[in-house]
């Protein structure tokens, strides 16, 4: 019976080795990353200030309320505030902190999610007034372990009505063991009796230079070589979040490869369809240059690339706003690269504000379009050929002193002349157009012959306000340009003559001299105007066709008459 027992343990299967466990999962950038001290989250000096004295005061609020964009720590803030309020310290002895010692036991536990006493929900899913009951019953017990019981509330605008309203009043009043921590991305839609009961603290966009130093530090931490030119990459991509940054660094790092050296600028913008700097700048230049077939050309190759048409405009239009900012003396940004600081001084120093005004207008309308259009590629084309035959004609100002100076307006670029027709066919609709040399624009001054003419060329020049001002009020006593007197029997301020001195400059290309005195001048031009306008309808009146038309029709009015002059 033995022996069988003991051939039957024999046939059994020879053990199998151990299993070995498990790898760890992997933890995604933004969140191994994620801050565990005040330290650590950068670009929240002020917050981090105001809550360091608040606790070292024992000012401490009964609620918080933190709001700002995606990815900029609301939810971390909220957490490091729970650990600030529950550390013991190593010892056990130690007291609320801006500086938690994260080795004891409530530090560890808030930070791996399960503490007992600090309960986060998500307000997406937890919208109604029953979870928020639920909150007020439970808050009236103490906490069981920690300092303070603390509810941490994520996307708090997500609460219904009913369910803001019935938090009012534990909110407002809570017991003193409470705190609650609120964050939002819509701070608009939450009530303000509910603001009212917070302290808030907006947390800033981080800048793309203090991203690009903290993704510098999580690459060296990562064992992995990154270009600087690429980090700043990513945090311009990341638009001011922490988070967006390090999934776009995650992104980029398997992007790299095993053999792929790092994380370069090249990679960088191929994965996220960026427009290379120098091509941007080599586009704007042909744009300029008014060269459409090489912009097109140009576009199309970057576009052969995988760069996304609305990508290229909004370089474009990055590129003209550093243009502007260097035209007005803004220092330059140090991460920037020497070619392109180069290449945009070199701009601001040939370019006006009027011809950028127009860039920016244009490539703005340019961006517009080609977001919502069908058809982006040939979108973008339009808009580039827009930008090259627009952005050379002359601005209002100008083309209406060309006009008063009696030059003709400088024409705009043409197009090549159209190809010849086989024979036997009707030619292009605009065969018979050619194209004619500008006429040269007059550069000296320009002298009005008369007040009336002087008045009317500020109101084709822009000065809408001062012209009426002017028509409406101005009595001349003299003109003689560049000079002309005015009767002081309507006082004119002296703000409207500074304005009207500089208007004057402008339009005219020199110094006027306007001088009042207490003399009786000639009538407004207004006046004027509406004593030539009943004169004429008085001798309408009389003339012997209109007397007859009143006699056959007694309630007949004279309204207008061709020929009369409009009151505006």
Request: proline residues 3%.
């Given at each position: 019976m033995t022996t069988a027992m003991s051939d039957s343990f024999d046939l059994g299967e020879p053990p199998q080795p151990a299993k070995a466990p498990d790898a760890p999962a992997y933890r995604v950038l933004a969140r191994k990353y994620r801050p565990q001290t005040f330290s650590e989250l950068i670009?929240?000096?002020?917050?981090?200030?105001?809550?360091?004295?608040?606790?070292?005061?024992?000012?401490?609020?009964?609620?918080?309320?933190?709001?700002?964009?995606?990815?900029?720590?609301?939810?971390?803030?909220?957490?490091?505030?729970?650990?600030?309020?529950?550390?013991?310290?190593?010892?056990?002895?130690?007291?609320?902190?801006?500086?938690?010692?994260g080795v004891c036991e409530p530090c560890r536990a808030i930070a791996e999610g399960r503490h007992i006493d600090v309960i986060e929900m998500d307000a997406a899913s937890h919208t109604g007034v029953d979870d928020v009951r639920e909150i007020i019953d439970a808050s009236r017990y103490s906490a069981v372990t920690a300092r303070f019981k603390i509810y941490i509330i994520d996307e708090v605008h997500m609460l219904s009505k009913n369910a803001f309203n019935a938090l009012l009043k534990t909110l407002e009043e809570p017991p003193p063991h409470v705190k609650f921590l609120f964050a939002t991305t819509e701070v608009n839609k939450v009530p303000v009796t509910v603001l009212s009961r917070c302290q808030r603290f907006d947390l800033r966009r981080i800048s793309a230079e203090q991203l690009a130093k903290h993704f510098a530090w999580v690459s060296t931490?990562?064992?992995?070589?990154?270009?600087?030119?690429?980090?700043?990459?990513?945090?311009r991509a990341?638009?001011?979040?922490?988070?967006?940054?390090?999934?776009?660094?995650?992104?980029?790092?398997?992007?790299?490869?095993?053999?792929?050296?790092?994380?370069?600028?090249?990679?960088?913008?191929?994965?996220?369809?960026?427009?290379?700097?120098?091509?941007?700048?080599?586009?704007?230049t042909l744009i300029l240059a008014?060269?459409?077939?090489?912009?097109?050309?140009?576009?199309?190759?970057?576009y052969d690339y995988g760069v996304d048409p609305l990508s290229v405009l909004r370089s474009l239009l990055e590129t003209v706003h550093g243009i502007t900012l260097t035209k007005v003396g803004t220092p330059a940004d140090a991460a920037q690269p020497m070619e392109e600081r180069a290449a945009r001084e070199e701009w601001a120093a040939s370019l006006g504000y009027p011809a950028l005004h127009r860039l920016w207008q244009l490539f703005l309308k340019g961006h517009d379009e080609v977001a919502k259009a069908a058809l982006p590629i040939e979108a973008a084309e339009m808009a580039l050929l827009r930008a090259i035959y627009a952005s050379t004609l002359p601005d209002p100002g100008e083309l209406a002193r060309q006009i008063a100076s009696g030059a003709a307006p400088a024409a705009a670029p043409t197009a090549p002349p159209p190809p010849t027709p086989p024979s036997g066919e009707a030619p292009p609709w605009n065969a018979g157009a050619t194209a004619k040399a500008p006429e040269p624009v007059a550069t000296g001054p320009i002298l009005p012959p008369t007040f009336e003419a002087l008045v009317d060329l500020l109101d084709e020049s822009g000065g809408l306000a001062i012209a009426a001002r002017l028509r409406h009020g101005a009595r001349v006593v003299s003109y003689s340009p560049p000079e002309f007197v005015l009767s002081g029997s309507r006082p004119v301020s002296a703000d409207t003559l500074a304005e009207l001195n500089t208007l004057l400059k402008s339009v005219t290309r020199t110094a006027w001299k306007v001088s009042i005195v207490d003399a009786p001048g000639a009538p407004t031009l207004r006046e004027a105007q509406d004593a030539a306008d009943a004169a004429v309808r008085q001798a309408i009146l009389e003339s012997p066709i209109m007397k007859a038309a009143v006699a056959a029709f007694p309630d007949a009015q004279l309204e207008s008459w061709p020929g009369q002059r409009s009151n505006a």
């Open positions: 670009g929240q000096d002020a917050m981090v200030q105001t809550l360091g004295n608040a606790i070292k005061r024992d000012r401490l609020a009964h609620a918080f309320l933190m709001t700002g964009v995606r990815g900029v720590g609301k939810t971390s803030t909220a957490r490091l505030i729970a650990k600030a309020l529950n550390c013991i310290g190593p010892d056990g002895e130690g007291g609320p902190t801006i500086d938690p010692c931490e990562e064992g992995v070589i990154a270009d600087p030119e690429a980090l700043m990459l990513i945090a990341a638009e001011g979040s922490a988070r967006d940054g390090l999934s776009i660094l995650d992104q980029a790092i398997a992007h790299a490869g095993l053999e792929g050296g790092g994380v370069t600028a090249d990679a960088v913008r191929q994965m996220l369809g960026l427009s290379d700097r120098g091509a941007v700048r080599d586009l704007l008014g060269d459409g077939a090489g912009a097109l050309a140009s576009m199309r190759r970057q």
